[in-house]
């Protein structure tokens, strides 16, 4: 199913091509750094009427059977159309900016989101997770380290950017 999503999906509007592994211009997956918040959205708080679903892909560059083909101008990467995790593995969304001025969306997943995560990123380090939100690709982020706290931090362009796509994803989360 996501197939001809990501097939149809125009890629210059991505927020975040796969970074490689030395990229220090902008957040790492488990960054510990001090960063300033530009807007928290959490369960808590929460109150966005619009709600767009989040879901992670893995992807990799070489082909191997039973993975779809993405192109990205002109590379190719090759991804499972089984989604690894989505919105029910997350606890908070918040836009952020690093120290250095790099605006970017921080992810915390609960915790046994967290534990998948963790999985994921150490089992699958050098493949890429694409981030979508609704039938949009958000980020294609190289696994360059575990994340063993919990938190993916994925780049954005402006912080703009990172606030939108927090907002798309924040809805009231109400524990039934």
């Excluded at 499972?80 to 919105?87: F, G, I, K, T």
């Excluded at 029910?88 to 915790?111: C, I, K, M, W, Y």
């Excluded at 990123?121 to 696994?143: D, E, F, P, Q």
Aim: hydrophobic share 40%; with cysteine.
């Amino acid at each position: 199913m996501l197939a001809p999503v990501l097939a149809s999906v125009v890629l210059a509007g991505c927020q975040s091509r796969a970074p490689r592994p030395d990229n220090r211009n902008g957040p790492q997956s488990t960054a510990q750094s001090s960063e300033v918040a530009v807007q928290s959205v959490s369960r808590q708080a929460s109150t966005a009427a619009r709600y767009q679903s989040v879901t992670f892909y893995l992807a990799q560059d070489q082909q191997a059977q039973g993975l779809s083909r993405l192109q990205i101008g002109k590379g190719v990467l090759w991804f499972s159309p089984q989604a690894v995790m989505n919105d029910a593995d997350l606890e908070n969304v918040q836009p952020r900016r690093s120290n250095n001025g790099h605006p970017f969306v921080r992810f915390q997943f609960t915790q046994a989101g967290a534990k998948k995560l963790d999985a994921i990123t150490t089992k699958y380090r050098g493949n890429i997770l694409i981030t979508t939100v609704g039938k949009n690709i958000i980020s294609l982020l190289r696994l360059d380290m575990s994340a063993k706290q919990g938190i993916l931090d994925i780049p954005m362009r402006t912080d703009q950017d990172a606030i939108n796509t927090a907002n798309a994803i924040s809805r009231q989360w109400n524990k039934g």
